[in-house]
C-alpha cells in the first residue's frame, strides 16, 4: 500500500531533503506533501489523507510539539503516525516527544533508518504501548 506523507520543516532546503531520502528508501510512497510550519501541516492532514507526517521541532508560527499536541487532541488526526526528524540533542526533550508515542529520527538521516523506522510503526501500529 502506498503511504501518503506530510513532510512539516520551516527549512525549504530540508523538506526537500527528506523528500529525496524518503525516495531512495524503498518505500512505496504515495503523495508526498509539504508544510512551512505546525500550522500549515494541521491544514494539509485536514485537506488530505495522510498516512505519515514527519515533523521538525524548531519552526516559526507553530513548532512541531505545539503541532503534535494539536494532532492528539483532535480526534480525526490523533491516530496518524508521526516521525520528529530534527537535530535536537537534548535528550530530556527527546523523550517527552517519545512519550506522546512518536518516533525520534535525528536529522540527516539516511534512507535505511527511514525505511526501518516506517515499517516498524506500520507494523505495530502507532501509539502502541511499547512503542519507544
Ligand atoms: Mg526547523
Known amino acids: 500500500m502506498a503511504i501518503n506523507v506530510l513532510i512539516v520543516d ?3 532546503v530540508m523538506r526537500a531533503m527528506i523528500k529525496k531520502t524518503m525516495e531512495m528508501s524503498g ?11 505546525g500550522k500549515e501541516g494541521i491544514e494539509a492532514l485536514k485537506e ?13 508560527v507553530m513548532n512541531g ?7 492528539r487532541e483532535d480526534p480525526d488526526l490523533k491516530d ?11 535528550k530530556t526533550r527527546i523523550e517527552n516527544l ?16 527511514i525505511r526501518d ?9 502507532e501509539g502502541d504501548e511499547g512503542a519507544a
Open 10 to 12: 520551516d527549512s525549504k
Open 27 to 37: 518505500l512505496l510512497l504515495g503523495e508526498i506533501r509539504q508544510a512551512a510550519n
Open 48 to 60: 488530505d489523507w495522510i498516512d505519515l507526517a514527519i515533523v521538525d521541532i524548531n519552526m516559526p
Open 65 to 71: 510539539e505545539e503541532m503534535i499536541d494539536s494532532m
Open 80 to 90: 496518524i503516525p508521526i516521525i520528529v526528524v530534527s537535530t535536537e540533542g537534548s
Open 98 to 113: 517519545e512519550q506522546k508515542g512518536v518516533r525520534f529520527i535525528h536529522k540527516p538521516f539516511s534512507p535505511e533508518i
Open 117 to 125: 523506522t516506517v515499517n516498524d510503526i506500520l507494523r505495530t501500529g
